[in-house]
Every structure is written in structure tokens, then in C-alpha cells.
Nanobody, 120 residues
Framework: QVQLVESGGGLVQPGGSLRLSCAASGSIFSMDSATWYRQVPGKERELVAGLSSDGVTTYADFVKGRFTISRNNAKNAVYLQMNNLKPEDTAVYLC??????????????WGQGTQVTVSS
């Protein structure tokens, strides 16, 4: 079973930047598509950014122009570059990705989340 591991969260001042990473804990053949979500206690999980298998990106309106989703196929990793962070971006950020463990065995998995706190 594939497990995804997010990293890169932390405490940052307003206006600062962070880069989140999402990678499989074990060997996989490919990570084809991925979506970053964020979760605040007491609120619904919301989509932040997505990257399709053919490279199409989508962003929530509240991050457009500030966040960028990308991937490194050689490392089977997906990233979320977050710039000009705001206090309202504070949340646990989770990665959901789909791909193939081997060429004929697909997977879809969630990571455990990484905390991002934007505060002065």
C-alpha cells in the first residue's frame, strides 16, 4: 500500500514563503496526478491546487497568483510553492495523489498532512 509523506510545513511570518513536498514512502512507478488540500479545525477540507496527469494545473481563487503546484517525475514528488503567505493560509495541508505502483497497478493515497502556520 502506498503512503504519501508531506514535508516542508512550519511557522512563517505573513508575506513569507514555504515549499511543501509530497512523495511516496516506498518505491512506485509513477505519480501521475496530485491535489493539495487544506484543513482547518471546524471547517470543511478545501481544495488548494491540482495537477493533472497531462500537466494541467488548477487553483482555488484564494491562492491564485501566490501558490504554484509542480512535480518532479524523476523523484515521483509533487510540490506546492507558497508565496506571500497570509494568516488565513494557516491550516494542515494534505496531499492526495494517484499513480502506479507498477505499470499495471494503480494507486490513490493521502498523506498525513503538514502544518502551516502564518503568524507574526
Amino acid at each position: 500500500q502506498v503512503q504519501l509523506v508531506e514535508s516542508g510545513g512550519g511557522l512563517v511570518q505573513p508575506g513569507g514563503s514555504l515549499r511543501l513536498s509530497c512523495a511516496a514512502s516506498g518505491s512506485i512507478f509513477s505519480m501521475d496526478s496530485a491535489t493539495w488540500y487544506r484543513q482547518v479545525p471546524g471547517k470543511e477540507r478545501e481544495l488548494v491546487a491540482g495537477l493533472s496527469s497531462d500537466g494541467v494545473t488548477t487553483y482555488a481563487d484564494f491562492v491564485k497568483g501566490r501558490f504554484t503546484i509542480s512535480r518532479n517525475n524523476a523523484k515521483n514528488a509533487v510540490y506546492l510553492q507558497m508565496n506571500n503567505l497570509k494568516p488565513e493560509d494557516t491550516a494542515v495541508y494534505l496531499c492526495n495523489a494517484a499513480g502506479r505502483i507498477i505499470t499495471t497497478r494503480p494507486f490513490r493515497a493521502w498523506g498525513q498532512g503538514t502544518q502551516v502556520t502564518v503568524s507574526s
